[in-house]
């Protein structure tokens, strides 16, 4: 939580001293990138909301607990950063045939701030990121954040030594289509956890036919697999056995669970 925090206080920082500059020097490309940096400050709240309501413990209400509260912060974090990367594709096309003046070594020195303060909280969150597809959806618009402004940095550079004022547009578009390209993945699965779908590592008839080569099992029908959250699956099936003993019951059901 503390490394949330701290993103969310370096990244409006940085909004700020983007937005000025960009407005100073008229350069789309760093307006869009204190955009993108000004909607993280709004992913890591989210992210930190979410992570709060995961932890409550299970009650009358939610009997699987606040888990999925994480997934619905992923899913608002990444159907905002794909609305975002989609509106900028709009607005650099708009500006290739409208080109305004941009003032190279402003951007350069903005975006040369925006580079760190991004890559610092990119390695914060980095670790977080592997096991939490929350955590993962701010680290993607961060990361998104630091490919972006090394992209305005050389549109800075094109743009002061060639005076080609389109590369701000280009390097938009170029950076907008990484973004997208990268928060789709998880968008689908944060969209397949929340639709209880079956985990992607598993082959629901090959559980099937595992269950069905349990000694005592007759059939296996009615069954359901899906996922609570990233790493917690559940099964539910209807189980046929071959024998009224109720202690053979109860060994049947353990091998079940063990498999």
């Not at 800075?156 to 060639?162: D, M, S």
């Not at 699965?189 to 209880?196: F, G, K, Q, S, W």
């Amino acid at each position: 939580d503390r490394r949330l925090v701290f993103s969310l206080l370096l990244n409006l920082l940085l909004s700020v001293v983007e937005i000025v500059a960009g407005f100073l020097a008229g350069s789309l490309a760093l307006m869009a990138d204190a955009v993108h940096n000004l909607s993280d400050c709004g992913t890591f709240v989210i992210a930190l909301v979410a992570r709060r309501i995961g932890r409550r413990p299970s009650d009358e209400r939610r009997s699987f607990g606040y888990g999925r509260a994480e997934i619905i912060g992923a899913l608002i974090n990444l159907t905002m950063l794909i609305i975002m990367g989609l509106y900028l594709i709009y607005e650099a096309i708009a500006r290739l045939f409208t080109q305004q003046p941009v003032d190279g070594l402003i951007v350069i020195v903005a975006a040369g701030v925006a580079v760190a303060v991004n890559v610092s909280t990119a390695v914060l969150l980095h670790a977080m990121s592997r096991s939490n597809i929350n955590i993962r959806a701010a680290y993607l618009h961060n990361l998104g954040d630091s490919l972006s402004s090394l992209g305005v940095i050389v549109a800075g550079v094109v743009i002061l030594w060639f005076g080609a004022v389109w590369f701000d547009s280009v390097i938009t578009l170029v950076v907008s289509a990484y973004i997208l390209w990268q928060s789709f993945p998880d968008l689908k699965r944060a969209i397949h956890i929340l639709m209880e779908g079956t985990p992607t590592a598993v082959d629901s008839r090959q559980v099937v036919q595992g269950l069905e080569a349990i000694d005592g099992v007759a059939d296996i029908h009615h069954l359901h697999l899906w996922e609570l959250g990233e790493d917690d699956w559940a099964l539910e099936a209807h189980v046929v056995v071959e024998t009224l003993d109720l202690h053979r019951w109860a060994t049947i059901k353990e091998t079940i669970k063990q498999q």
